[in-house]
């Protein structure tokens, strides 16, 4: 029974081991074969502990030296995904310092980006008047615009994943700034689809998606107060962008209004040139180069790397199967829908709720001024909407990056509530189009789409890895696209109808809360789900418990040692056990 105890150097009980190993000093033994052979035998198997010890703190790139203390308590949740998430990259993620840098370049690029096609309502009367189009023809410029900008996420996560962040925004700058320009030349409306709706719109694509991936790379801890921080550039832009628009029509008209659209919008080009991509540590470097080195192909003894099969038709096609599925899995996150529950419920609600979200931005200026009001306080509801985003959002960043909400599952509920309250807000639109009516709405408006764009990049990071974040939002939005595109003009055709701008207003109140509902309870769902998985995993561990692991206080406790061999006369030794 005793005979697989380790016996270590005789010590005081006072003077406790700083590791938490067991440690047994003997008091005496009459036989002093008996002691010799334990000793020898407990001294091997202190060695051969040691030495795996050792030979484990290598491979986790520690000190050999650097005791392992398994009793000192576990780190809290957050460090543990945050050491996760490291170690997944191999980039160490600073939390701070350059970071805020990342974080004011993507605050610009937003504002230049995401805000741009609500002010192109500004621009709707003018641009109906100049080509003689109906609703539907020119709702689709500001369509195809946010179809291109939300489409175009799995090319822009092939180039991301080639040349990196920085030059596919500055790329983006570029085109962007080049289809605004040559959009001011148009002499039609099908001339405005290409320049202003598929370039521009693809400009914007290169720019957001890359800057808002990078705050992914920057922060851990702090990424949903960065995220929300970053997301206030939505709001600046919706709250300068219609003002400035609204200014420069009066004195140089669409035309020429686009044209220094363009060259504004090449300050992308400078935010991306800050986005200074992360350095891996040389610790968490070595760790990611020896998995990936895992899963590599092995040579062959000789040294020679193996030898393919001869080419052939059915090799060829095989090969680009292969090829073809393993970009949908790295670049468009097909496999997330089938495999992750959770993305698939917040992909398919975030896609149709784009439907109608972008609808009342495009709309709301036509509609107030179809009803007498002025075009300078049309354009003052949109400034008010961007301005309530700005005063709201970075209250958000800072309530969300308390240290009790890091690490939090309730973003989904809140964000699922933020998108019905925001679809319950149109039908507040359509009641009336007085001003203050009109006021009420924006408020409603902007405090609910501000809980959403704060919200919708954190839900989503939380949901799927972060090595697959660029894939899972590439393929959001080219889901997003489709319905973004059909939006507008959906409206627009609904308004040739009808006559009426109330009832767009009506369908896209329906159309929003229902894509809110079905988000909170999907998720609720799959929680329920959850919690019963958990429990019955839970329930054999209660009917047939393991063996309860035996705690042992530094105290002096006295044990006899049972004879091995019956026959042999020995004397009862004491065994002292000083630390468990």
């Known amino acids: 029974m005793t005979e697989g105890l380790e016996v270590h150097q005789r010590e005081s009980p006072r003077s406790l081991p700083?590791?938490?190993?067991?440690?047994?000093?003997?008091?005496?033994?009459?036989?002093?074969?008996?002691?010799?052979?334990?000793?020898?035998?407990?001294?091997?198997?202190?060695?051969?502990?040691?030495?795996?010890?050792?030979?484990?703190?290598?491979?986790?790139?520690?000190?050999?030296?650097?005791?392992?203390?398994?009793?000192?308590?576990?780190?809290?949740?957050?460090e543990q995904e945050q050491e996760?998430?490291?170690?997944?990259?191999?980039?160490?993620?600073?939390?701070?310092?350059?970071?805020?840098?990342?974080?004011?370049?993507?605050?610009?690029?937003?504002?230049?980006?995401l805000a741009f096609p609500s002010c192109m309502g500004i621009f709707y009367t003018d641009l109906q008047t100049e080509f003689k189009t109906s609703n539907i023809e020119t709702a689709g410029v500001p369509a195809i615009m946010t179809a291109v900008l939300h489409g175009g996420g799995p090319l822009c996560s092939v180039l991301v994943e080639l040349y990196g962040c920085r030059p596919v925004v500055i790329l983006g700058g570029i085109l962007s700034g080049l289809g605004m320009t040559a959009s001011s030349f148009?002499?039609?409306?099908?001339?405005?689809?290409?320049?202003?709706?598929?370039?521009?719109?693809?400009?914007?694509?290169?720019?957001?998606?890359?800057?808002?991936?990078?705050?992914?790379?920057?922060?851990?801890?702090?990424?949903?107060?960065?995220?929300?921080?970053?997301?206030?550039?939505?709001?600046?832009?919706?709250?300068v962008l219609p003002l400035l628009a609204n200014f420069l029509?009066?004195?140089?008209?669409?035309?020429?209004?686009?044209?220094?659209?363009?060259a504004i919008l090449l300050n992308c080009c400078v935010c991306g040139a800050v986005l200074r991509p992360l350095q891996p540590s040389a610790r968490r470097g070595?760790?990611?180069?020896?998995?990936?080195?895992?899963?590599?192909?092995?040579?062959?003894?000789?040294?020679?790397?193996?030898?393919r099969e001869p080419e052939g038709l059915k090799r060829?096609?095989?090969?680009?199967?292969?090829?073809?599925?393993?970009?949908?899995?790295?670049?468009?996150?097909?496999?997330?829908?089938?495999?992750?529950?959770?993305?698939?419920?917040?992909?398919l609600s975030v896609a149709w709720m784009m439907l109608g979200f972008t609808v009342p931005l495009v709309y709301l200026v036509p509609?107030?001024?179809?009803?007498?009001?002025?075009?300078?306080?049309?354009?003052?509801?949109?400034?008010?909407?961007?301005?309530?985003?700005?005063?709201?959002?970075?209250?958000?960043?800072?309530?969300?990056?308390?240290?009790?909400?890091?690490?939090?599952?309730?973003?989904?509920?809140?964000?699922?509530?933020?998108?019905l309250v925001n679809g319950l807000s149109n039908c507040v639109c359509a009641a009336a189009a007085s001003f203050p009516v009109l006021l009420a709405f924006v408020v409603l408006f902007g405090l609910s789409m501000s809980f959403i764009g704060s919200l919708l990049v954190t839900?989503?990071?939380?949901?799927?890895?972060?090595?697959?974040?660029?894939?899972?939002?590439?393929?959001?939005?080219?889901?997003?696209s489709f319905t973004v595109l059909m939006g507008p003009p959906l409206a627009g055709l609904l308004m040739d109808r009808t006559g009426q701008y109330k009832y767009v207003f009506y369908a896209c109140s329906v159309n929003v809360a229902s894509a809110g509902l079905f988000l909170m309870g999907s998720f609720y769902y799959l929680d329920r789900q959850r919690k019963k998985e958990d429990q019955s995993c839970s329930l054999p561990a209660r009917e047939h418990p393991l063996r309860p692991a035996i705690v042992l206080s530094a105290s002096d406790t006295e044990y006899s040692q049972v004879p091995l061999r019956t026959g042999q006369a020995e004397e009862p030794e004491s065994v002292k056990v000083s630390d468990v």
């Open 367 to 419: 509609y107030a001024t179809s009803h007498g009001m002025d075009q300078d306080r049309a354009a003052l509801l949109m400034s008010i909407l961007g301005l309530v985003n700005i005063l709201v959002r970075p209250v958000v960043a800072l309530v969300f990056g308390l240290p009790r909400f890091r690490g939090s599952r309730c973003f989904v509920y809140m964000f699922a509530a933020a998108i």
């Open 18 to 78: 700083a590791d938490c190993h067991t440690t047994l000093v003997r008091r005496s033994s009459p036989d002093a074969c008996q002691n010799h052979s334990t000793g020898s035998r407990a001294s091997s198997l202190r060695s051969e502990r040691d030495t795996d010890s050792q030979e484990r703190e290598g491979q986790d790139g520690e000190p050999s030296g650097k005791p392992v203390t398994p009793c000192d308590g576990e780190e809290p949740e957050q």
């Open 459 to 480: 839900v989503l990071m939380d949901t799927v890895d972060i090595r697959r974040f660029h894939s899972a939002l590439g393929l959001i939005c080219c889901m997003e």
């Open 286 to 307: 070595s760790r990611w180069q020896r998995r990936q080195s895992d899963h590599a192909e092995p040579d062959r003894p000789d040294g020679h790397p193996p030898q």
């Open 249 to 262: 029509r009066g004195w140089y008209g669409w035309r020429g209004s686009f044209m220094i659209f363009g």
């Open 84 to 113: 996760k998430e490291e170690t997944q990259s191999g980039l160490e993620a600073p939390d701070g310092g350059w970071g805020w840098v990342v974080v004011a370049s993507t605050i610009l690029v937003l504002a230049l980006t």
């Open 316 to 347: 060829r096609l095989r090969d680009t199967l292969s090829g073809l599925m393993a970009f949908l899995h790295r670049h468009m996150g097909f496999d997330l829908l089938r495999s992750n529950p959770r993305y698939r419920a917040f992909t």
């Open 186 to 239: 148009a002499q039609s409306i099908t001339a405005l689809y290409i320049t202003a709706g598929i370039i521009t719109g693809l400009g914007f694509c290169f720019s957001f998606q890359p800057a808002i991936t990078m705050i992914g790379y920057y922060f851990v801890r702090r990424r949903a107060f960065a995220n929300a921080l970053s997301s206030t550039g939505t709001a600046l832009g919706l709250s």
